[in-house]
């Protein structure tokens, strides 16, 4: 199953977010296949206020357990999270199977 994940981070948390950034990028490498694509969510100036991840789990259950886990998560930079169920069909232009 794959997913669309839209977390937001919560007010002043810019700092915070960077300190924790380097955690947070070691789990995306240990991740590895799960992600389809990942970045961060840009406010009118070009700072970051968030993050998009497209992320392929075999269930709800095992993302869930990916984001209690999440450091952005355990040290609440994102304030709210939203998950949808995606149908990936193209990665970068190419059919996925």
């Known amino acids: 199953m794959q997913f669309v994940i839209k977390a937001y981070d919560?007010?002043?948390?810019?700092e915070k977010r960077m300190k924790v950034r380097p955690r947070h990028l070691e789990g995306m490498?240990?991740?590895g296949k799960h992600i389809i694509c990942a970045g961060g969510l840009l406010d009118d100036e070009g700072k970051m206020k968030g993050s998009v991840l497209i992320l392929d789990f075999p269930d709800r259950a095992a993302l869930d357990e990916y984001l209690a886990n999440e450091p952005y998560v355990t040290e609440k930079v994102w304030e709210k999270i939203e998950v949808e169920?995606?149908?990936v069909v193209l990665v970068n232009g190419e059919k996925v199977k």
């Open 10 to 14: 919560g007010k002043g948390m810019l």
């Open 29 to 31: 490498n240990k991740l």
């Open 85 to 87: 169920v995606m149908n």
